[in-house]
């Protein structure tokens, strides 16, 4: 009996499988089984034993090539990439260098993947130090309460600084999708000091004020609290809030710690008080806050919409008149809707124990 020997490693088919299985349960031998269909004794063997252990043709999964990183591996570098800021912007070859592994980039790029490690741009938000989150956390607790209606009867302000061809560059991190607001994964941004335009704007539920270009200064001065009273407290903030009060009865004011909005504007709004105005103002609106005041979401859509311009804004001329453009097409359903994540941005800050949020 001539049995065809085969060479090691050569795969059955599936078909073939079940012949070999089929044959032996009505009683062939294996020398017969081997001669029939062309294979080995111990190869027919093989599979009418592993049939009888899992009742199935398939073949057994090879283990395949053994991971470059194990899992030890695996778990230092989890460890390490989440470990502080510097580690989180190390390149693949930095991370590489430093951990003593003996792969490629691409090996380390797919394992941080499937770890649900993504390198991601860097998110900037404010510097806030222990005594600032602490004063967050405070301001927000007391206001926690409010309700819809109370936080659609406040009208927010603020100025926003813009100049051509502004763009930063980006930072990349690497953090879990949930990170993104992590103070490790995030750059420090300043408040930034006058630009080559400035403007002011307010708005509450259902109404915006009109758009102000603040005055220029000579060289690169700052607003001080006299022009703030004259230009904008005096004018369009005071005439703003006066209709307002018309139209929705009494209403809160909402200006931040900037320095011009004390001194004189501070003296100001002490005589408005006798006519009704009240509101948050320096000392009591918390610092780098802007998690906590919509417009500034307001002033990215502003700046977003005009670097889309085309052809792009070059003179301070086109500026002023893109951004006023640009604040009469924001829509009023856009800004109900800001108002009405009030009760949200004050519970983001709640849970971020003062830090900030997404916001």
Not at 132 to 139: D, M
Request: glycine letters at 8%; hydrophobic letters at 35%; proline letters at 4%.
């Amino acid at each position: 009996m001539l049995t065809l020997l085969l060479h090691r490693g050569v795969e059955l088919t599936l078909s073939k499988h079940g012949q070999i299985v089929g044959m032996r349960r009505v009683g062939a031998t294996f020398p017969i089984i081997a001669e029939e269909l062309v294979v080995t004794v111990d190869a027919a063997r093989q599979v009418w034993n592993r049939y009888q252990k899992t009742s199935t043709c398939y073949t057994a999964r090879r283990p395949g090539r053994p991971k470059i990183l194990t899992e030890r591996d695996t778990r230092h570098l989890k460890r390490y990439m989440t470990h502080d800021r510097e580690t989180r912007r190390e390149s693949l070859n930095e991370i590489i260098t430093n951990l003593n592994f003996n792969a490629s980039s691409d090996t380390l790029y797919r394992t941080l993947k499937s770890l649900g490690i993504g390198h991601r741009i860097e998110r900037k938000r404010p510097y806030l130090s222990k005594i600032q989150k602490a004063t967050r956390l405070a301001f927000v607790k007391m206001y926690i309460h409010w309700t819809a209606e109370e936080w659609r009867r406040v009208i927010f302000t603020d100025e926003m600084g813009m100049q051509t061809g502004s763009n930063g560059g980006r930072v990349w991190v690497w953090r879990y999708p949930e990170e993104t607001y992590k103070e490790d994964c995030c750059g420090v941004m300043h408040v930034s000091g006058f630009k080559k335009i400035k403007v002011w704007g307010g708005f509450r539920y259902g109404a915006k004020s009109k758009l102000i270009v603040l005055p220029e200064k000579q060289g690169e001065g700052k607003l001080n609290a006299q022009e703030y009273m004259e230009e904008i407290i005096d004018k369009e903030l005071f005439d703003f809030w006066i209709k307002s009060m018309e139209d929705v009865g009494y209403v809160h004011v909402m200006e931040d710690g900037a320095p011009y909005h004390k001194g004189a504007a501070t003296a100001r709004r002490k005589q408005y008080e006798q006519d009704g105005w009240e509101g948050w103002g320096p000392g009591t609106w918390p610092s780098s806050s802007p998690d906590l005041n919509p417009i500034e979401n307001l002033w990215h859509i502003l700046r977003t919409n005009i670097r889309k311009h085309r052809p792009k804004v070059l003179k301070k001329e086109d500026l002023m008149h893109a951004l006023e453009e640009e604040w009469e097409k924001l829509d009023i359903e856009l800004l109900n809707r800001l108002i009405d994540s009030m009760p949200r941005r004050l519970q983001a800050v709640i849970d971020a124990k003062g830090g900030s949020t997404k916001y």
